[in-house]
């Protein structure tokens, strides 16, 4: 059982720049595709970006693309969402989620979540 624990969110103005990382434990993190999803309140929850197991390959929501970068470490097993150019409408819950197979930009094929980190964006 994979277990994924986020960190990095906060405060940052408009313009600014995060690193959020995603630590995960108790699996073999390069079977597992990773993605990362936002939810703001009164919204559902939305695909940001995902990798592939290896990392040779992203895919990317096109309101981040160009903002964001996604990035893993197998080693560290790790995944990272690199956010620069924020923007109010970022400001959100941003969680992780890992699974088997190849990444998807649907949170129903994801099989383990994170409890999600803050990321606010003040104008």
């Known amino acids: 059982q994979l277990q994924l624990v986020e960190s990095g969110g906060g405060l940052v103005q408009a313009g600014g720049s995060l690193r959020l990382s995603c630590a995960a434990s108790?699996?073999?993190?390069?079977?597992?595709?990773m993605g990362w999803f936002r939810q703001a309140p009164g919204k559902e929850r939305e695909f940001v970006a995902a990798?592939?197991?290896?990392?040779?390959?992203?895919d990317y929501a096109d309101s981040v693309k160009g903002r964001f970068t996604i990035s893993r470490d197998n080693a560290k097993k790790t995944v990272y969402l690199q956010m620069n150019s924020l923007k109010p409408e970022d400001t959100a819950n941003y969680y992780c989620?890992?699974?088997?197979?190849?990444?998807?930009?649907?949170?129903?094929?994801?099989?383990?979540w994170g409890q999600g980190t803050q990321v606010t964006v003040s104008s």
């Open positions: 989620a890992a699974r088997w197979g190849d990444p998807s930009s649907s949170d129903a094929a994801y099989n383990f």
């Open positions: 990798i592939t197991k290896s990392g040779g390959s992203a």
């Open positions: 108790g699996g073999t993190f390069s079977r597992y595709a």
